[in-house]
Nanobody, 112 residues
Framework: QAQVVESGGGSVQAGGSLKLSCVASARIFRNTVNRWFRQLPGQEREFVAA???????DYARGMRRRFTISADNAKNTMFLEMNRLKPEDTGVYYC??????WGQGTQVTVSS
C-alpha cells in the first residue's frame, strides 16, 4: 500500500521559516516527478514546486524567491524549505508523488 506522509508544518511569525518533509513508500518514489501543492483558505489547491528524480526543479511563479524544493532519494523523502514566510502563505501544504499519490497535508500558519 502506497504511503505518503507530510510533516513539519506549524505556527510561525511572519518572517520565519519552516521546512516541510514528505516521506513516501519506496516503490512509488523512484524515477518520478514529485510536487508540493498548497491550499490557502477559501481557494483551490495550487502548485508550489516540483522536483524530478534527477534533481531538476520547477516553481510556481514567485515561489522560487522564498521556497526551495529538494529531495533525498535514498530516503524516499522530499522537502520544502520555506523562508521569509508571510501570513498569506497560511494554508495546508500537500505532497504529491508521481502525479498520483497524495499525503494528508500539513498545516502552516503564519501570524503577523
Amino acid at each position: 500500500q502506497a504511503q505518503v506522509v507530510e510533516s513539519g508544518g506549524g505556527s510561525v511569525q511572519a518572517g520565519g521559516s519552516l521546512k516541510l518533509s514528505c516521506v513516501a513508500s519506496a516503490r512509488i518514489f523512484r524515477n518520478t516527478v514529485n510536487r508540493w501543492f498548497r491550499q490557502l483558505p477559501g481557494q483551490e489547491r495550487e502548485f508550489v514546486a516540483a522536483i524530478t528524480w534527477n534533481g531538476d526543479t520547477d516553481y510556481a511563479r514567485g515561489m522560487r524567491r522564498r521556497f526551495t524544493i529538494s529531495a533525498d532519494n535514498a530516503k524516499n523523502t522530499m522537502f520544502l524549505e520555506m523562508n521569509r514566510l508571510k501570513p498569506e502563505d497560511t494554508g495546508v501544504y500537500y505532497c504529491n508523488i508521481d502525479g498520483q499519490y497524495w499525503g494528508q497535508g500539513t498545516q502552516v500558519t503564519v501570524s503577523s
